[in-house]
């Protein structure tokens, strides 16, 4: 192993209605039951953390956020050599459209983001969420 992939996750949610944006993928090439997840992508070092983090949440879901901060950090169960960093982000501009390898989007209420996610789910990560006010 030479390594690990780092990937920026952005958990976007809405202070209005409460709820958080995920987005459903097919056929995932890292993760093969991935399903559901949340927006966000590799990082591209040459254009660090925040600016790839919103340009990849941009891509998927047609919205400019601003990112509130990291709210954890995980090696992925599903793939060790994995690295995935989430960061609470929050919707400025735009409105939800699926893109890139997204091909569908949903606002959910936090209690029910598991019942979407066929991957692992932390229990401090779904703690937090929880939290969210």
Known sequence: MDGFN???IGVIFDTKTKKILIGKRENDPYISNLTWYFPGGK?????????????????KTGCEVKNLGTIFIETSPEKKDLILVYFLCEVFKGKEKAGGDMIELKW??????????????????????????
């Open 43 to 59: 990082l591209d070092h040459n254009k660090g953390i925040d600016k790839t983090l919103k340009e990849k949440i941009k891509l």
């Open 6 to 8: 780092i990937a920026l």
């Open 108 to 133: 959910v209420k936090p209690e029910d983001l598991e019942k979407h996610f066929t991957t692992s789910f932390h229990t401090r990560l779904k703690e937090y969420i929880m939290n969210l006010k």
